[in-house]
């Protein structure tokens, strides 16, 4: 390659993030988002990739044309109501539904969708519907309780890391680096085989393969950041290194946080699903939205509304969190590109 | 360069070492009891100490762990609680169908990737569908994807097969690869090689599509980037056309980032395998890994899981130094 | 650009339809037999194999000295061709068929009898245990053969005809492929029996092959080829059924879409010795207190559960033991009655308890888990539903106060042979008996029983059935038909209640039109 590939790769300036995010010190890119694939239904790398370019215009200030690609913005901004009533939904869940979770209805086993259920009852005459309110609960709150619990402690390495440097961060980023490097997906697999299928251990499993990558992200924000001017003229005027961490840096790595935590939470409602596809998620008879339509399948012949509402409804609640997602990662791309 | 490869080496054998402490410390934590799910029901309770001291149940951790890599180390995975077969042979009877299913899914994600980027790329209202087609592709789960697809090509077209590798009353050639595809057009067997192509399509697509949409968005944002660059204006003031550029141009600039999320994807595929094998009842290591869970069987999946794990690493590896090879300043870092 | 996408379109169009192509709509037809499983077996090996799925690999290809009369409990002659017992129980004499042949082409004789005991006793695996009452063997002539037992065991004959019972492996694997295993690992993929069929290929994950043995000595089969097909998916394996890719599927059919089953399948039903059954674990609080367990009597509508749980394909259990095994069982006490439910709650020490149930493929358990819950529930317990494997379950012996309250699981006996079920199940030391529960009286009347003379015997096993009842501390709920879906032109279904999920495949046959 002689043509110099646009700067895509971090200049000496850029230092880290960017070959980071690009090429990876080998196991960058996406892989502590790669739980997806257990799910088999999403593009875990692609919203990391998202997410770096976001982060790496975001501090390199670069000024975008990229007009073409925002011709959606009409469609995605229209996303962000379906997200508001779906978290209404798992909010209120309770208050919607019009039976509980694991009430017996009278309408009796399979009754079809009607004016009794509006989406029929389910093999023990539990009402679909709510039962697919219930599980839209689960979902959508694991999938944001992973994700800010991934964030915070990878946020807390990473900040650790990139403001104390030397020993320490060799440390802290090779440790990152490890668990970046162990297969996620197949690991949490292997974590739920053996301590048995719980709701809790499941999202134990996914928290611990979800963190590393936001440490890197923070920690390659906050060192990009301590090497600008401001920082510079803090330390020189005398702040201490907490406040200007606190004070200079963090601020700046909150944007790339938030942008991959946006796109990623459509990947975690698919990997909760897939996991309890396979029986690896919440035991019956939780309403958990994978693990219904995996029971269920067994009646999709004869009472196809059991495993089906479910399924729609997995796919529904990510393709809310996917738009949102890109909405999110195009408006603070505006924002700062302006 | 050989520094570089030194480093990922080491690094290599780190991750395996710690992927196969947590692998281990899993099977002990769990209460079951094993030796006595083997011997059976009826057995004595002395039958069942001595199975367990036979499998070394019996002894302190530290020990076991020891035992347990120093077996590893040598290939031995210990032998299978269900199948009664040494886990290493199982495995080497169930990867090659994973392989291949691996390979097909890679092949078909690359081209359905490189073409959805380039028709994203080119602009125009189809880009904008597309792009939202992405969206909505990434958002449908893995099985509704493989229930969708057996209903309307199997059940609704009758053009595919639902399940299995090959259709069964074939007589498939024992070749030196052990992947139908190669093996039969090394016996010029054109019977096994088109089943075997016509029960690759649903299952590979299936896991494939997931990679695909990522290399195409990856892609795609490369190329819009390349596309804006000064050498790219200076072509198209020399009047080359918009198509021929960005071929010409883009995709050897942008081939980078897609590259990466090419390898990435690749170790992904793995662990997607659990949910499509089972659905298309293909006899690799997902199928395998399921069948091991339902029965409790530690060694099995310990085993299962170490090889994917490894496979997974391995071939980030390969995708590092191919990159480092390619482009002389990742080699700084 | 768009030119790209629709070239790579077109390619991919051909290359399906070209795929395409070499897939004939139905496959099955002609000589070949295809039926689906939802899992690898264990092992083909008659002396290892302990499981339900993959009996009908083992019962098509090897054969037993007796065996049980279709439909029926009726021990017949199989490899024996007629057989004896001396006054004092204690010798069995075996006049073995002349006629029969190993599929390795050696003839069968006494010695190759003796020789595979002995086989089953040096593997000493779960099977093993039904040989342990033997003291001798000997072979006084070439088709002779003759056990001498310890002690009388009753239900000797019975375990001879089970389905685990001892099988005649031919020399191929006892002597060719001996190794240093007792040809454990030759087993592992071959077979060398006398039966209907054998078993020419073992693919593991993939398919089985089963190829008619023309030599067979009995009725030959129809089938010239049969293909079990390792299909995990169950709706895979109906949509298969349906297309005419898969001939019948013999287990595991989710029984409330029986109904919805197109014209061109047919239903069969069959009884079988499976019972599900539900444990309380006595050893800890709640139920260790008799009359909080007592409570349970009253808190189940056992009627509705088997209906709902199991539609058609099963029946409220009548007694302790399979109705067919022991003639004028106690019957079972079991009547819903919300009051007497609440009030007996009411004393329970602790209201929350654990309510464990084994996977199973067709998820029937869980159902009648979550069927169960949902009565355990207003009487005033707190459940917490969690499903187990059985390698967990056998871990619960080991520390009894952590295993859960209640365990809900099928099981079947190993023969038609009221011992067979009490013992593994009642007796303190039982194998299947997961929860513990432990009276010294009965473990007595059971060994009582094993050497008692018929008439006495089978009055120890009704008081045994009536002790047991009594302590509340396993409730018989359901037992279990197994159900078979078929091609409408399949017939010639042939089943025995004590071998599960099994149907002999040589006497199938299609009938065209």
């Known amino acids: 390659m002689t043509l110099p590939s646009t700067d895509q790769r971090a200049t000496a300036g850029g230092r880290d993030i960017a070959p980071l995010l690009e090429n990876g010190e080998g196991d960058g890119g996406g892989r502590a988002l790669a739980m997806s694939a257990v799910s088999n239904g999403a593009p875990p790398g692609a919203s990391a990739a998202l997410g770096g370019d976001a982060a790496r215009r975001l501090w390199r200030g670069r000024p975008s044309t990229d007009v073409r690609v925002a011709g959606a913005g009409g469609a995605l901004r229209a996303a962000a109501g379906p997200v508001a009533i779906l978290t209404a939904?798992?909010?209120?869940?309770?208050?919607?539904?019009?039976?509980?979770?694991?009430?017996?209805?009278?309408?009796?086993?399979?009754?079809?969708?009607?004016?009794?259920?509006?989406?029929?009852?389910?093999?023990?005459?539990?009402?679909?519907?709510?039962?697919?309110?219930?599980?839209?609960?689960?979902?959508?709150?694991?999938?944001?309780?992973?994700?800010?619990?991934?964030?915070?402690?990878?946020?807390?390495?990473?900040?650790?890391?990139?403001?104390?440097?030397?020993?320490?961060?060799?440390?802290?980023?090779?440790?990152?680096?490890?668990?970046?490097?162990?297969?996620?997906?197949?690991?949490?697999?292997?974590?739920?085989?053996?301590?048995?299928?719980?709701?809790?251990?499941?999202?134990?499993a996914l928290s611990i393969v979800w963190w590393p990558w936001y440490a890197r992200i923070v920690r390659g924000e906050v060192r990009a950041l301590a090497a600008r001017p401001h920082a510079e003229a803090a330390r020189l005027a005398g702040v201490g290194r907490t406040r200007i961490v606190l004070k200079h840096l963090l601020p700046g790595a909150i944007a790339p946080v938030v942008v991959t935590m946006s796109l990623d939470v459509g990947n975690l409602i698919l990997a909760l699903a897939g996991l309890s596809f396979i029986g690896l998620g919440a035991p019956a008879p939780a309403a958990e939205l994978g693990a219904m339509s995996a029971r269920g399948l067994d009646y999709l012949f004869g009472h196809p509304w059991v495993p089906i509402a479910p399924a729609v409804a997995v796919a529904l609640l990510a393709l809310a969190a996917n738009l949102s997602g890109d909405l999110i990662n195009r408006r603070i791309d505006e924002r700062t590109n302006r | 360069m050989l520094a570089l490869l030194g480093r990922r080496l080491v690094a290599l054998a780190a991750v395996l070492l710690g992927l196969t402490v947590i692998v281990f410390l899993l099977q002990v934590v769990i209460p079951s009891d094993p030796a006595r799910a083997m011997v059976g029901a009826s057995a004595s309770p002395q039958a069942v100490a001595a199975k367990a001291a036979q499998l070394g149940y019996d002894k302190p951790l530290p020990e076991r762990f020891a035992n347990f890599l120093g077996r590893a180390a040598t290939g031995d995975l210990q032998d299978s609680l269900r199948t009664r077969n040494p886990v290493a042979d199982d495995l080497r009877t169930f990867a090659p169908a994973t392989l291949e299913l691996a390979l097909a899914a890679s092949v078909l994600a690359a081209l359905l990737g490189v073409g959805l980027a380039l028709a994203l790329a080119a602009g125009g209202r189809l880009a904008r569908v597309l792009r939202l087609?992405?969206?909505?592709?990434?958002?449908?789960?893995?099985?509704?994807?493989?229930?969708?697809?057996?209903?309307?090509?199997?059940?609704?077209?009758?053009?595919?097969?639902?399940?299995?590798?090959?259709?069964?009353?074939?007589?498939?050639?024992?070749?030196?690869?052990?992947?139908?595809?190669?093996?039969?057009?090394?016996?010029?067997?054109?019977?096994?090689?088109?089943?075997?192509?016509?029960?690759?399509?649903?299952?590979?697509?299936?896991?494939?599509?997931?990679?695909?949409?990522?290399?195409?968005?990856?892609?795609?944002?490369?190329?819009?980037?390349?596309?804006?660059?000064?050498?790219?204006?200076?072509?198209?003031?020399?009047?080359?056309?918009?198509?021929?550029?960005?071929?010409?141009?883009?995709?050897?600039?942008?081939?980078?980032?897609?590259?990466?999320?090419?390898?990435?994807?690749?170790?992904?595929?793995?662990?997607?395998?659990?949910?499509?094998?089972?659905i298309f009842s293909w006899p690799g290591l997902g199928l395998y890994l399921n069948q091991s869970i339902a029965f409790s069987d530690f060694p099995a999946i310990t085993g299962t899981t170490l090889l994917l794990g490894t496979a997974y690493v391995v071939v980030n590896f390969c995708v590092d130094v191919a990159q480092a090879a390619a482009d002389p300043r990742i080699r700084t870092v | 650009m768009t030119r790209w996408l629709s070239a790579a379109l077109a390619v991919l169009g051909i290359a399906l339809a070209g795929c395409g192509s070499t897939q004939k709509k139905g496959a099955t037809g002609g000589d070949t037999l295809r039926i689906p499983y939802l899992a690898d077996m264990s092992v083909p090996d008659p002396d290892v194999f302990y499981d339900v799925e993959g009996n009908a690999v083992i019962l098509n290809q090897y054969e037993g000295l007796l065996k049980y009369a279709p439909d029926s409990t009726k021990i017949v002659g199989s490899l024996a061709r007629s057989w004896s017992v001396?006054?004092?129980?204690?010798?069995?004499?075996?006049?073995?068929?002349?006629?029969?042949?190993?599929?390795?082409?050696?003839?069968?004789?006494?010695?190759?009898?003796?020789?595979?005991?002995?086989?089953?006793?040096?593997?000493?695996?779960?099977?093993?245990?039904?040989?342990?009452?033997?003291?001798?063997?000997?072979?006084?002539?070439?088709?002779?053969?003759?056990?001498?037992?310890?002690?009388?065991?009753?239900?000797?004959?019975?375990?001879?005809?089970?389905?685990?019972?001892?099988?005649?492996?031919?020399?191929?694997?006892?002597?060719?492929?001996?190794?240093?295993?007792?040809?454990?690992?030759?087993?592992?993929?071959?077979?060398?029996?006398?039966?209907?069929?054998?078993?020419?290929?073992?693919?593991?994950?993939?398919?089985?092959?089963?190829?008619?043995?023309?030599?067979?000595?009995?009725?030959?089969?129809?089938?010239?080829?049969?293909?079990?097909?390792?299909t995990p998916d169950i709706g895979t394996q109906r949509l298969e059924l349906q297309n005419g890719d898969l001939d019948a599927v013999l287990h595991s059919f989710?029984?409330?879409?029986?109904?919805?089953?197109?014209?061109?399948?047919?239903?069969?039903?069959?009884?079988?010795?499976?019972?599900?059954?539900?444990?309380?674990?006595?050893?800890?609080?709640?139920?260790?207190?008799?009359?909080?367990?007592?409570?349970?009597?009253?808190?189940?509508?056992?009627?509705?559960?088997?209906?709902?749980?199991?539609?058609?394909?099963?029946?409220?259990?009548?007694?302790?033991?399979?109705?067919?095994?022991?003639?004028?069982?106690?019957?079972?006490?079991?009547?819903?009655?919300?009051?007497?439910?609440?009030?007996?709650?009411?004393?329970?020490?602790?209201?929350?308890?654990?309510?464990?149930?084994?996977?199973?493929?067709?998820?029937?358990?869980?159902?009648?888990?979550?069927?169960?819950?949902?009565?355990?529930?207003?009487?005033?317990?707190?459940?917490?539903l969690k499903e187990v494997q059985l390698p967990q379950v056998y871990g619960y012996l080991k520390n009894l106060k952590s295993a859960p309250d209640l365990l809900l699981m099928t099981n079947t006996p190993d023969a038609a042979h009221p011992d067979t079920w009490a013992r593994i199940l009642f007796s303190s030391s039982g194998g299947l008996n997961f929860l513990g529960y432990s009276d010294k009286a009965l473990d007595k009347d059971l060994d009582a029983a094993l050497d008692a003379p018929p008439a006495k015997a089978t009055a120890l096993y009704q008081q045994v059935g009536r002790r047991l009842i009594d302590s509340n501390s396993l409730f018989f709920l359901g037992d279990v038909k197994d159900v078979f879906v078929l091609n409408n032109d399949l017939t010639g279904v042939e089943h025995v209640p004590a071998y599960p999920w099994t149907v002999a495949y040589a006497p199938l046959k299609r009938v065209s039109g």
């Open chain 3, 254 to 384: 989710p029984a409330s879409e029986l109904a919805s089953l197109p014209s061109n399948l047919k239903v069969q039903r069959a009884d079988s010795f499976l019972r599900l059954l539900l444990y309380v674990n006595t050893n800890k609080p709640p139920f260790d207190d008799p009359a909080v367990r007592a409570g349970l009597r009253s808190t189940f509508d056992v009627d509705e559960l088997v209906r709902q749980a199991y539609s058609t394909t099963a029946t409220k259990s009548v007694g302790a033991y399979p109705e067919a095994i022991l003639p004028d069982q106690p019957e079972l006490p079991y009547a819903a009655d919300p009051a007497k439910a609440s009030a007996a709650a009411a004393k329970a020490k602790t209201k929350k308890i654990t309510f464990a149930y084994t996977s199973d493929e067709s998820g029937v358990q869980r159902r009648a888990g979550e069927l169960l819950q949902t009565r355990l529930k207003p009487a005033g317990f707190e459940v917490t």
């Open chain 1, 89 to 204: 939904i798992a909010l209120l869940a309770p208050l919607l539904a019009p039976h509980g979770s694991l009430e017996v209805t009278n309408a009796g086993p399979f009754a079809a969708p009607g004016t009794h259920a509006l989406l029929g009852t389910d093999e023990i005459g539990r009402d679909v519907l709510s039962r697919v309110l219930y599980g839209i609960r689960t979902s959508w709150l694991s999938a944001l309780g992973v994700i800010a619990a991934g964030a915070a402690f990878g946020s807390l390495v990473g900040a650790i890391a990139g403001a104390v440097g030397g020993f320490v961060d060799t440390v802290l980023m090779r440790l990152t680096d490890l668990f970046l490097s162990l297969p996620a997906p197949v690991l949490a697999i292997a974590v739920i085989a053996s301590l048995g299928p719980s709701l809790m251990n499941t999202l134990l």
């Open chain 2, 133 to 278: 087609m992405l969206v909505a592709g990434a958002s449908v789960p893995g099985f509704l994807v493989a229930l969708v697809a057996i209903l309307v090509f199997y059940s609704g077209l009758h053009l595919l097969p639902a399940s299995g590798r090959v259709t069964d009353t074939l007589v498939l050639p024992d070749g030196p690869t052990q992947l139908l595809l190669v093996d039969s057009l090394v016996a010029g067997d054109p019977g096994v090689f088109f089943s075997a192509l016509g029960h690759l399509v649903l299952p590979a697509f299936t896991l494939a599509l997931v990679p695909a949409l990522a290399i195409a968005r990856t892609l795609a944002t490369s190329l819009e980037r390349v596309m804006r660059e000064d050498y790219v204006r200076t072509a198209r003031s020399k009047g080359l056309r918009e198509r021929a550029i960005l071929v010409r141009h883009g995709l050897r600039n942008a081939a980078g980032p897609a590259l990466t999320m090419g390898g990435l994807q690749f170790g992904l595929l793995l662990a997607g395998i659990v949910v499509v094998e089972q």
């Open chain 3, 86 to 230: 001396s006054p004092d129980r204690l010798t069995y004499t075996f006049r073995l068929r002349p006629d029969v042949r190993f599929h390795s082409g050696a003839p069968l004789t006494a010695q190759a009898v003796k020789r595979a005991f002995e086989r089953r006793l040096d593997v000493d695996q779960a099977p093993a245990y039904m040989l342990k009452p033997i003291k001798s063997m000997s072979t006084p002539d070439r088709l002779t053969f003759v056990v001498r037992l310890k002690s009388p065991v009753n239900p000797f004959e019975a375990y001879m005809a089970s389905s685990w019972g001892p099988k005649i492996i031919g020399p191929d694997a006892i002597v060719a492929h001996k190794g240093n295993d007792f040809g454990q690992t030759w087993l592992r993929t071959h077979g060398d029996g006398t039966g209907p069929y054998k078993l020419t290929a073992f693919d593991r994950g993939r398919q089985y092959t089963l190829t008619r043995n023309d030599e067979y000595w009995g009725q030959k089969a129809n089938f010239k080829r049969v293909l079990i097909k390792i």
